[in-house]
C-alpha cells in the first residue's frame, strides 16, 4: 500500500503533538509542514519530522502533489480561509476544533468540498477514541436503560496562553474546550440537542474564562457542564440511566469507563490502550479517503454542522 502523506499548516503546539504522534505510525507519515515564517517551518521539520519539506507559505505546500491529507492547526479565526484555500487546491482535509467560528462557515466548507468531491472531517480525536465507541454500544444495549441525565466538567489552568484570551483568535473556555462535553452530548443525546441556559465569567477582553451551559435532548433529557481556563478540574463525566449510570474519567482524552448498576454497583471497566486519539483520526481519515469517502463515519459533517449551530447559540446567550 503507497504511503499515505499527511501536510500540517500552521507550526504551533498543537501542531507538533500532532507530529509527533504520527512519527513511526506505519503507513502514514508527515510529509510537509508550513508556517507563514520559512524559519519556523524549518525549525519544526527539524525537531518534529526531518524527511518532511518546510514551506514558508501555505499556498506553497497545499500545491504540493504529493499531499492526500491537509491537517489545519492554525489559530480559530483562521480555519475558514485555511480549509477554503486547500479546498480550491483540491486537497482533502482534517481541521482541527472547533471547526469554524460560526454555523455559516462551516456549511460553506462543506459546499465546496462537495462540489469538488473532496474529503472534510473535524478533528474531535474523542470521536475516534475506542472508549467511545464502548459508551455508546453499553448505551445502545440498554445496560443503563433510559438515559435521564448527563454531566460533565473540562478544566485547565490555561488563562496565560496568548490566544485564549484574545478574541480576534477565537479564544474563550467554550470554544476550546466547551465542544468536548457538548460532543459527548450530542452522540448520547442526537444532535438536535439544543443550549437552554449559559452562565459565564469574561475577561475584560470579553472573552469567556468559564462556562457553565446546559443542553436539553428530547423527552427534556438535560446535559449540565461547566469549563474553565482558570483551574484543572477533574474532567470526569457521567451519564445516567434509569437502570444504571456510566463514569467516565477524563472526557476530552479518555483514561477510563466505568459501568454501574442501579444500586451503584460496579459492573465493568474499561482502560484506555492502543494510539492516541491523533493516531487514530488521522488514521480513520486514510482509511475513508482510500475507500473513495467525503466524510468520516465517526465524524460526519452533520456532527460538526450542528455542533458549530450549537456554539453559535451558546456564544449569543453569554
Same mark, same amino acid.
Given at each position: 500500500?503507497?504511503?499515505?502523506?499527511?501536510?500540517?499548516?500552521?507550526?504551533?503546539?498543537?501542531?507538533?503533538?500532532?507530529?509527533?504522534?504520527?512519527?513511526?505510525?506505519?503507513?502514514?507519515?508527515?510529509?510537509?509542514?508550513?508556517?507563514?515564517?520559512?524559519?519556523?517551518?524549518?525549525?519544526?521539520?527539524?525537531?518534529?519530522?526531518?524527511?518532511?519539506?518546510?514551506?514558508?507559505?501555505?499556498?506553497?505546500?497545499?500545491?504540493?502533489?504529493?499531499?492526500?491529507?491537509?491537517?489545519? &492547526?492554525?489559530?480559530?479565526?483562521?480555519? /475558514?480561509?485555511? $480549509?477554503?484555500? +486547500?479546498? *480550491?487546491?483540491?486537497?482533502? @482535509?482534517?481541521?482541527?476544533?472547533?471547526?469554524?467560528?460560526?454555523?455559516?462557515?462551516?456549511?460553506?466548507?462543506?459546499?465546496?468540498?462537495?462540489?469538488?468531491?473532496?474529503?472534510?472531517?473535524?478533528?474531535?480525536?474523542?470521536?475516534?477514541?475506542?472508549?467511545?465507541?464502548?459508551?455508546?454500544?453499553?448505551?445502545?444495549?440498554?445496560?443503563?436503560?433510559?438515559?435521564?441525565?448527563?454531566?460533565?466538567?473540562?478544566?485547565?489552568?490555561?488563562?496565560?496562553?496568548?490566544?485564549?484570551?484574545?478574541?480576534?483568535?477565537?479564544?474563550?473556555?467554550?470554544?476550546?474546550?466547551?465542544?468536548?462535553?457538548?460532543?459527548?452530548?450530542? &452522540?448520547?443525546?442526537?444532535?438536535?440537542? /439544543?443550549?437552554? $441556559?449559559?452562565? +459565564?465569567? *469574561?475577561?475584560?477582553?470579553? @472573552?469567556?474564562?468559564?462556562?457553565?451551559?446546559?443542553?436539553?435532548?428530547?423527552?427534556?433529557?438535560?446535559?449540565?457542564?461547566?469549563?474553565?481556563?482558570?483551574?484543572?478540574?477533574?474532567?470526569?463525566?457521567?451519564?445516567?440511566?434509569?437502570?444504571?449510570?456510566?463514569?467516565?474519567?477524563?472526557?476530552?482524552?479518555?483514561?477510563?469507563?466505568?459501568?454501574?448498576?442501579?444500586?451503584?454497583?460496579?459492573?465493568?471497566?474499561?482502560?484506555?490502550?492502543?494510539?492516541?486519539?491523533?493516531?487514530?483520526?488521522?488514521?480513520?481519515?486514510?482509511?475513508?479517503?482510500?475507500?473513495?469517502?467525503?466524510?468520516?463515519?465517526?465524524?460526519?459533517?452533520?456532527?460538526?454542522?450542528?455542533?458549530?449551530?450549537?456554539?453559535?447559540?451558546?456564544?449569543?446567550?453569554?
Amino acid at each position: 500500500m503507497r504511503m499515505f502523506n499527511v501536510g500540517i499548516l500552521g507550526c504551533g503546539q498543537i501542531a507538533a503533538v500532532m507530529a509527533q504522534n504520527l512519527a513511526g505510525v506505519d503507513g502514514i507519515r508527515v510529509a510537509a509542514v508550513a508556517s507563514r515564517e520559512k524559519k519556523r517551518a524549518t525549525a519544526f521539520a527539524k525537531k518534529y519530522c526531518p524527511d518532511a519539506k518546510a514551506f514558508g507559505t501555505y499556498e506553497q505546500m497545499v500545491d504540493m502533489k504529493e499531499i492526500d491529507l491537509v491537517y489545519i &492547526s492554525t489559530p480559530n479565526t483562521y480555519h /475558514y480561509e485555511n $480549509a477554503i484555500l +486547500c479546498l *480550491k487546491a483540491y486537497k482533502n @482535509i482534517l481541521v482541527e476544533k472547533p471547526f469554524t467560528m460560526s454555523k455559516a462557515e462551516a456549511d460553506s466548507i462543506f459546499t465546496e468540498a462537495k462540489n469538488r468531491n473532496l474529503f472534510v472531517c473535524e478533528a474531535m480525536w474523542t470521536a475516534f477514541m475506542p472508549l467511545h465507541k464502548v459508551i455508546l454500544g453499553w448505551i445502545k444495549d440498554g445496560r443503563i436503560g433510559s438515559v435521564r441525565y448527563m454531566s460533565s466538567n473540562l478544566g485547565y489552568d490555561i488563562k496565560d496562553v496568548p490566544r485564549l484570551t484574545d478574541p480576534m483568535l477565537g479564544g474563550g473556555a467554550y470554544l476550546d474546550l466547551g465542544v468536548y462535553p457538548t460532543h459527548l452530548a450530542m &452522540s448520547v443525546l442526537g444532535d438536535d440537542v /439544543y443550549p437552554i $441556559a449559559v452562565r +459565564c465569567r *469574561k475577561y475584560s477582553t470579553g @472573552i469567556d474564562e468559564d462556562t457553565t451551559f446546559v443542553l436539553e435532548g428530547q423527552g427534556g433529557v438535560q446535559n449540565v457542564s461547566y469549563v474553565t481556563m482558570d483551574a484543572r478540574t477533574d474532567g470526569d463525566g457521567s451519564i445516567v440511566g434509569d437502570r444504571g449510570f456510566i463514569r467516565i474519567r477524563n472526557i476530552n482524552n479518555y483514561e477510563s469507563v466505568e459501568l454501574f448498576d442501579k444500586d451503584g454497583k460496579l459492573v465493568q471497566k474499561e482502560e484506555r490502550e492502543g494510539f492516541s486519539g491523533y493516531t487514530l483520526e488521522v488514521q480513520a481519515c486514510a482509511d475513508a479517503i482510500r475507500n473513495g469517502l467525503i466524510q468520516c463515519p465517526q465524524m460526519p459533517w452533520s456532527r460538526t454542522a450542528a455542533l458549530a449551530g450549537i456554539s453559535d447559540r451558546v456564544l449569543s446567550m453569554m
